[in-house]
Nanobody
């Protein structure tokens, strides 16, 4: 079992940056594909970005491509989400997820979820 804890959320002005972190428990972090999802009020949870077990492959939602960057440090059991050029529409609770299978944008393919961290972008 894996426990995930997100951090780094907050309030930022449009155009600003934030870096989210997701720390995972356990010694098998490198065996999990990792993803970030987000959920805005009144909306369904949506895919943001995913990274393969080794970090060699990444996948981005079109809405964040070129602005967000995912990375992972398997030695530190941590995955990061660097968010630049933030927009008000990026406002949401951001969730970290871990999956046994390949990195994917499909929410149901992830086995473990963190509790989320709030990101608010003001205009």
């Amino acid at each position: 079992q894996v426990q995930l804890v997100e951090s780094g959320g907050g309030l930022v002005q449009a155009g600003g940056s934030l870096r989210l972190s997701c720390a995972a428990s356990g010694r098998t972090f490198s065996s999990y594909a990792m993803g970030w999802f987000r959920q805005a009020p009144g909306k369904e949870r949506e895919f943001v970005v995913a990274i393969s077990r080794s970090g060699a492959n990444t996948y981005y939602a079109d809405s964040v491509k070129g602005r967000f960057t995912i990375s992972r440090d398997n030695a530190k059991n941590t995955v990061y989400l660097q968010m630049n050029s933030l927009k008000p529409e990026d406002t949401a609770v951001y969730y970290c997820a871990a999956g046994h299978r390949i990195a994917t944008m499909t929410l149901g393919e992830y086995d473990y979820w963190g509790r989320g961290t709030q990101v608010t972008v003001s205009s």
